[in-house]
């Protein structure tokens, strides 16, 4: 009889921190997310992810020893496999020791991190849109815009970690905003949502409101605000020619793209469709598919969990 222990996940970005008891089967049996703050420093960063985690802990009556291990997924970019994290849009943490920390509070145990997106790419792929496919290309379109691939039925790695970190790729080198990460016209600094947020402040949306939020852009374009509707054309746009790139050059089946972004639904996936259509020109290139995610806000804690209870497939860093 296999195993039926628990893994805590745990999934970081740069809006929230979540964190929760995974099955093996896939099923999320308990959660917890608070927001991911702004201001703290690392170690201050590192006690509100602590105390998050005993919260759950706590709440779900299990013992540490009761756990599997410990899968974590965290914004970009890091040095994988150790789990040095430097993620653009938590400046708090620059080359943190996050892996290293885990194994201090749950020493003997399996602990696996790795990039957001790859760990969404994996819960997509093993419980979700991309599951009985080969050959998948997840998204996380939130505060940041990151990627993982699946290849031959199986995670990417690359040569650092970083594979499928397709927020960096270039949509618009000529006019397009400058990045975080010192380039210009890459698809985050388009698509992720601050960005969308200070663009459509530029253009009158709400410009006496600095806490303004992607989600309440997209609330006001549903309602039919002219310059909402023009802000999630812009970000569709952006992601239909960077999913078009990514398919011509790895012959993807499905897309699927999660994150508080992608819950603006039609708003955001008609723009992304066409665009994609009109630059997918190929045969093999129009086979492929662009889903929301199917297992929604949970993929990233099912992808971190994956990483223990399917390493075969989604684990290379021992």
Known sequence: MGDSRPVLAVDIGGTKLAAGLVEPAGRVLTWAQTPTPRELDAEQLWRTLAALIDRVIDAADVGRADLQGVGCGCGGPMEWPAGLVSPLNI??????????????????????????????????????????????????????????????????????????????????????????????????AIARGPALVTWAQQQGWRPDQPDATARELADDGALGHPIGLAAMRRAGRALGIAVASATSLCDLEVVSVGGGLSQAGPLLFDPLEEALRAHARLEFERQVTVVPAALGQSAGLVGAAAMLFAADRYWAGD
């Open 91 to 188: 400046p708090g943490w620059r080359g943190f020791p996050l892996r290293s920390r885990l194994a201090e509070l749950f020493p003997g145990m399996p602990v696996r991190v790795h990039n957001d997106a790859i760990c969404l790419v994996a819960g997509e792929h093993w419980r979700g849109a991309g599951r009985g496919r080969d050959n998948v290309l997840g998204m996380v379109v939130s505060t940041g815009v990151g990627g993982g691939l699946i290849l031959d039925g199986r995670l990417i790695e690359g040569a650092s970690g970083n594979a499928g970190h397709i927020g960096h790729v270039v949509v618009d080198p000529d006019t397009g905003p400058r990045c975080a990460c010192g380039g210009v016209g890459c698809l985050e």
